[in-house]
């Protein structure tokens, strides 16, 4: 009976041990990390537990198949006050004060939701840069669709756009920057980053970390609810058809609530009760407890049923993993709660003291005056799993041999298709729906076409300039390099406004991380990355990483988006694309190559896709630098009209952009045997500068003086050739050539948008 009864318990023992082994795989926790988990805990983790396991050692969360490569960034210079491992980077911009920002991804929840996907996308990384005790002062957002004809399209497009304009409109904060392009490779799975930039006095800045034992876990904001529950294991894995069940998942916000939050906390920041501070984001209230636990070496103690709650009968395991938005986590100093508690009264916002943090390092939690959960804080953060994946060198590609293919007929055909195509098309049905002047400080922004937008800092002759770029088929065409580019391009587009590109946000969106192909598209990418960086002393300060972006094992194109921040000194000393004047010469700045590899000509013009692009044109780093400083300094001397950096569709389409914006006629001059390749070449290292006659002389002194290489290829023509300015492409001859009126071009232009999106 003995033997029975012991055989009997080793079976009920076997059963319970693979029930719980099925639940863990169900929150998306292999066998490696169950036997991990199982280990630190020394037993099995109650359904609590694994949950919080489960969120906190995420993909999304802990940065497992990343963090080791991550690493290779630079994260410091002379202006960098806070790196990676806060809510957002924090640099020096002099004055006692300090800039704020970072960008974050709400892919998953864009694609499943578009509206409050992106909306609460924004609220979110708002809460990153004020809760560090800035006050938000710009949004930017990159947004990547699938495929123009592709059923979903029009309808995620109109969704992701409306969710956040209204969100960002509402907050009052304006959207100044962004991009938005379309590729048949988000089909199934589209990208929403959004970047948050925002203004503190350097000795008023607040951290997740510094909080010491004994002290009270203040919970403010919106009540909590059912919403976004698994939010982060979602983002954490691939999609497939008919996931539109996961919409329970997505988060749902309201901008008016964040507003008060805003003045709330940055009001309580003013009266030093805080000890430490963390949005809930993603994981909500269990990230924001583990995260500032961890950094402080301590533990928690919460009693759930303090926790505001917008439902009834919400069990623990809910309240935990609940990402209703709109939620802070605080530790304040002793006796501070009854001033908080004033504040957040006066704002009619729920505020709760939940719990005490500890020095057990332990997280306990307690609900109905049980313990439901007791488990320590290190395995759930520094501890999680850190994989080292494999990963496969991606293939170089063999060069794009252009003289294989027909040369076009008619340059100004070629124009006018890169001017209306998806990609380069005027994006005004989308920012116009954005208020990008709200605050009163927005001096131009890049929405309408410029390199990067540029905001006043308040009360001052300062302006910072902000701008997101990646071109995803560079880096798809060539990891290393195309990263290289990414970064080079932010540089360029700070530059060619007059600003000193500080550091950058970036944003990493891959596939799964899991097959090495990929796992190689990353590894490359971000070491491209991180030489760029490192050479044109441009550090990281902050990002995120968003992987598993496909759709029945279809990933993704390769995209790291980068969002950069510079310093303009004098807001006086700027130059946009806009600025053109009649009579104007049009100067090249950098020498052509005439590199059409993976450029817009071969996508657009001659159809080709993968392997048939080519490689992406190579990035000389010291080369950026001293063309972009040589530039920068060009601008504060006064000697330019309009400046604008050379990326998509080569010189032509960045001359376009700047006959469109100064509605003058404009000649681009070229000869007959290079033309192709040095009218849609995609060079790096290149800008477009207007000159007026009178300040020539001294134009050619200053870049003679920096060595670097410039050439007068066109100019901004007062008298017309025709009845209406136009573009002339002059082929040997200047009075011969291909012209196309700046009508023709602009209804092409921005004609685009509108028609598709009304359904044309």
Same mark, same amino acid.
């Given at each position: 009976?003995?033997? *029975?009864?012991?055989?009997?318990?080793?079976?009920?023992?076997?059963?319970?041990?693979?029930?719980?082994?099925?639940?863990?795989?169900?929150?998306?926790?292999?066998?490696?990390?169950?036997?991990?988990?199982?280990?630190?805990?020394?037993?099995?983790?109650?359904?609590?537990?694994?949950?919080?396991?489960?969120?906190?050692?995420? =993909?999304?969360?802990?940065?497992?198949? #990343?963090?080791?490569?991550?690493?290779?960034?630079?994260?410091?210079?002379?202006?960098?006050?806070?790196?990676?491992?806060?809510?957002?980077?924090?640099?020096?911009?002099?004055?006692?004060?300090?800039?704020?920002?970072?960008?974050?991804?709400?892919?998953?929840?864009?694609?499943?939701?578009?509206?409050?996907?992106?909306?609460?996308?924004?609220?979110?990384?708002?809460?990153?840069?004020?809760?560090?005790?800035?006050?938000?002062?710009?949004?930017? +957002?990159?947004?990547?669709?699938?495929?123009?004809?592709?059923?979903?399209?029009?309808?995620?497009?109109?969704?992701?756009?409306?969710?956040?304009?209204?969100?960002?409109?509402?907050?009052?904060?304006?959207?100044?920057?962004?991009?938005?392009?379309?590729?048949?490779?988000?089909?199934?799975?589209?990208?929403?980053?959004?970047?948050?930039?925002?203004?503190?006095?350097?000795?008023?800045?607040?951290?997740?970390?510094?909080?010491?034992?004994? +002290?009270?876990?203040?919970?403010?904001?919106?009540?909590?609810?059912?919403?976004?529950?698994?939010?982060?294991?979602?983002?954490?894995?691939?999609?497939?058809?008919?996931?539109?069940?996961?919409?329970?998942?997505?988060?749902?916000?309201?901008?008016?609530?964040?507003?008060?939050?805003?003045?709330? %906390?940055?009001?309580?920041?003013?009266?030093?009760?805080?000890?430490?501070?963390?949005?809930?984001?993603?994981?909500?209230? *269990?990230?924001?407890?583990?995260?500032?636990?961890?950094?402080?070496?301590?533990?928690?103690?919460?009693?759930?049923?303090?926790?505001?709650?917008?439902?009834?009968?919400? *069990?623990?395991?809910?309240?935990?993993?609940?990402?209703?938005?709109?939620?802070?986590?605080?530790?304040?100093?002793?006796?501070?709660?009854?001033?908080?508690?004033?504040?957040?009264?006066? @704002?009619?916002?729920?505020?709760?003291?939940?719990?005490?943090?500890?020095? $057990?390092?332990?997280?306990?939690?307690?609900?109905?005056?049980?313990?439901?959960?007791?488990?320590?804080?290190?395995?759930?953060?520094?501890?999680?799993?850190?994989?080292?994946?494999?990963?496969?060198?991606? $293939?170089?590609?063999?060069?794009?041999?252009?003289?294989?293919?027909?040369?076009?007929?008619?340059?100004?055909?070629?124009?006018?298709?890169?001017?209306? %195509?998806?990609?380069?098309?005027?994006?005004? @049905?989308?920012?116009?729906?954005?208020?990008?002047?709200?605050?009163?400080? $927005?001096?131009?922004?890049? $929405?309408?076409?410029?390199?990067?937008?540029?905001?006043?800092?308040?009360?001052?002759?300062?302006?910072?300039?902000?701008?997101?770029? %990646?071109?995803?088929?560079?880096?798809?065409?060539?990891?290393?390099?195309?990263?290289?580019?990414?970064?080079?391009? #932010?540089?360029?587009?700070?530059?060619?406004?007059?600003?000193?590109?500080?550091?950058?946000?970036?944003?990493?969106?891959?596939?799964?991380?899991?097959?090495?192909?990929?796992?190689?598209?990353?590894?490359?990418?971000?070491?491209?990355?991180?030489?760029?960086?490192? =050479?044109?002393?441009?550090?990281?300060?902050?990002? +995120?990483?968003?992987?598993?972006?496909?759709?029945?094992?279809?990933?993704?194109?390769?995209?790291p988006v980068v969002g950069g921040v510079g310093l303009i000194e004098d807001v006086t000393k700027v130059t946009t694309l806009h600025g053109a004047q009649?009579?104007?010469?049009?100067?090249?700045?950098?020498?052509?190559?005439?590199?059409?590899?993976?450029?817009?000509?071969?996508?657009?013009?001659?159809?080709?896709?993968?392997?048939?692009?080519?490689?992406?044109?190579?990035?000389?780093?010291?080369?950026?630098?001293?063309?972009?400083?040589?530039?920068?300094?060009?601008?504060?001397?006064?000697?330019?009209?309009?400046?604008?950096?050379?990326?998509?569709?080569?010189?032509?389409?960045?001359?376009?952009?700047?006959?469109?914006?100064?509605?003058?006629?404009?000649?681009?001059?070229?000869?007959?045997?290079?033309?192709?390749?040095?009218?849609?070449?995609? *060079?790096?290292?290149?800008?477009?500068?207007?000159? #007026?006659?009178?300040?020539?002389?001294? /134009?050619?002194?200053?870049?003679?003086?920096?060595?670097?290489?410039?050439?007068?290829?066109?100019?901004?023509?007062?008298?017309? /050739?025709?009845?209406?300015?136009?573009?002339?492409?002059?082929?040997?001859?200047?009075?011969?050539?291909?012209?196309?009126?700046?009508?023709?071009?602009?209804?092409?232009?921005?004609?685009?948008?509108?028609? /598709?999106?009304?359904?044309?």
């Amino acid at each position: 009976m003995t033997v *029975t009864a012991d055989l009997s318990a080793k079976i009920i023992a076997a059963m319970q041990a693979e029930q719980s082994q099925t639940d863990a795989a169900e929150h998306g926790i292999n066998t490696e990390e169950w036997d991990r988990l199982i280990t630190r805990l020394g037993r099995h983790p109650n359904l609590v537990e694994l949950g919080i396991y489960s969120v906190m050692w995420s =993909e999304h969360c802990s940065y497992k198949s #990343s963090r080791r490569h991550l690493s290779k960034f630079p994260t410091k210079n002379a202006s960098v006050i806070q790196g990676p491992g806060e809510n957002a980077g924090v640099i020096d911009i002099g004055d006692g004060q300090a800039a704020i920002f970072k960008m974050e991804s709400h892919n998953h929840p864009s694609y499943i939701e578009p509206y409050q996907g992106a909306a609460t996308g924004v609220g979110g990384i708002l809460r990153d840069v004020f809760t560090m005790g800035a006050r938000p002062i710009a949004l930017v +957002n990159a947004l990547r669709f699938g495929d123009p004809s592709h059923p979903k399209t029009r309808s995620l497009v109109a969704g992701v756009v409306s969710g956040i304009g209204g969100y960002g409109n509402c907050v009052g904060v304006p959207t100044v920057a962004g991009e938005t392009q379309f590729d048949a490779g988000y089909n199934g799975n589209i990208l929403v980053n959004a970047m948050a930039v925002g203004l503190a006095d350097q000795d008023k800045i607040f951290y997740a970390r510094g909080a010491t034992p004994g +002290n009270p876990i203040f919970y403010v904001g919106s009540k909590t609810g059912r919403d976004g529950i698994h939010g982060a294991t979602m983002a954490s894995a691939e999609f497939s058809e008919g996931d539109e069940e996961k919409r329970p998942t997505v988060q749902v916000g309201d901008p008016f609530t964040e507003k008060l939050l805003i003045e709330a %906390c940055l009001e309580l920041m003013e009266t030093d009760a805080i000890q430490a501070i963390q949005d809930m984001g993603a994981a909500g209230l *269990t990230s924001s407890s583990v995260e500032m636990a961890d950094k402080g070496g301590i533990g928690v103690e919460m009693d759930l049923d303090k926790v505001p709650q917008r439902e009834d009968g919400m *069990t623990a395991y809910e309240i935990m993993l609940s990402e209703s938005q709109e939620r802070m986590l605080m530790v304040l100093k002793p006796g501070k709660e009854d001033i908080a508690k004033a504040i957040f009264d006066k @704002w009619d916002l729920d505020a709760e003291v939940i719990g005490m943090t500890t020095d $057990t390092g332990h997280m306990v939690l307690k609900q109905f005056g049980e313990v439901v959960c007791d488990i320590p804080v290190p395995p759930l953060a520094e501890d999680a799993p850190n994989y080292d994946r494999p990963w496969v060198e991606p $293939t170089p590609r063999a060069e794009l041999d252009i003289d294989a293919y027909d040369a076009p007929e008619s340059l100004t055909d070629v124009l006018l298709k890169l001017m209306s %195509c998806p990609d380069m098309a005027s994006k005004r @049905w989308v920012w116009e729906q954005y208020d990008r002047h709200v605050m009163g400080d $927005t001096v131009d922004s890049s $929405t309408s076409g410029g390199d990067a937008a540029i905001v006043r800092i308040h009360g001052t002759n300062k302006a910072l300039a902000i701008c997101s770029d %990646c071109n995803p088929h560079y880096v798809a065409a060539g990891p290393f390099e195309g990263g290289k580019a990414v970064v080079a391009e #932010s540089y360029r587009n700070l530059s060619a406004v007059g600003a000193k590109p500080i550091a950058i946000t970036d944003n990493l969106n891959f596939g799964n991380p899991e097959k090495p192909n990929t796992m190689g598209y990353i590894v490359k990418a971000i070491e491209g990355m991180a030489e760029a960086c490192r =050479e044109l002393d441009f550090p990281v300060v902050s990002g +995120n990483v968003s992987l598993y972006n496909e759709t029945d094992g279809v990933a993704i194109p390769p995209t790291p988006v980068v969002g950069g921040v510079g310093l303009i000194e004098d807001v006086t000393k700027v130059t946009t694309l806009h600025g053109a004047q009649a009579g104007d010469a049009l100067f090249l700045i950098g020498e052509t190559h005439a590199h059409l590899g993976a450029s817009l000509y071969a996508r657009e013009w001659l159809g080709l896709k993968g392997e048939d692009l080519g490689p992406p044109p190579p990035v000389d780093l010291a080369l950026e630098k001293k063309n972009a400083d040589a530039v920068r300094s060009c601008i504060e001397s006064g000697l330019a009209n309009a400046v604008h950096d050379i990326s998509d569709g080569g010189i032509a389409c960045a001359a376009t952009e700047m006959a469109l914006s100064s509605n003058l006629m404009t000649r681009v001059l070229t000869t007959s045997d290079t033309a192709l390749g040095a009218l849609f070449g995609e *060079t790096q290292a290149r800008f477009l500068i207007a000159v #007026s006659a009178d300040k020539a002389e001294a /134009f050619a002194a200053h870049f003679d003086a920096a060595d670097v290489i410039y050439q007068q290829v066109g100019d901004f023509i007062g008298e017309d /050739f025709s009845d209406e300015p136009g573009i002339f492409l002059s082929i040997d001859d200047p009075q011969e050539g291909d012209f196309i009126s700046l009508a023709t071009l602009r209804d092409a232009h921005e004609g685009w948008m509108p028609k /598709f999106m009304s359904g044309e």
